[in-house]
């Protein structure tokens, strides 16, 4: 955008930027500025009486900013590898759930094992 203003390529202002140590100090504050408005956003919508907004952006912290939590898709990992190969399933706290074999045949805590008869 900067760039468009002043009718320069965005690499030479990058560069330009660089190797100012000043505008470097700038850009961060920039960002900052730009954090903040994003907070206060998330906070805005958060306690929104609007159920719609709210769940929105709660489902958006939950998978993108919750991961420390245990929360979200960043949290767990999922491995396939097929035809009969490994099947893991690693949650957040390391616990893996894998492929039962005559050797690994464990139940799950919870786990419904219906008889195929």
Not at 42 to 58: I, K, L, N
Not at 90 to 111: K, Q, Y
Request: aromatic share 8%; hydrophobic share 40%.
């Amino acid at each position: 955008m900067a760039a468009g203003i002043l009718k320069v390529a965005p690499a030479r202002l990058r560069y330009f930027v660089s190797k100012s140590l000043r505008l470097q100090r700038e850009q961060i504050e920039f960002r900052e500025q730009l954090l903040d408005r994003f907070e206060s956003n998330v906070w805005d919508a958060m306690e929104s009486e609007d159920c719609v907004r709210r769940d929105t952006m709660t489902r958006y912290v939950g998978s993108n900013l919750a991961h420390s939590r245990g929360w979200g898709a960043k949290a767990a990992s999922l491995s396939l590898k097929t035809p009969a190969g490994n099947f893991t399933v690693r949650w957040a706290d390391g616990t893996e759930i894998g492929v039962s074999t005559p050797d690994n045949d464990e139940i799950i805590e919870g786990e419904v094992i219906k008889d195929a008869g």
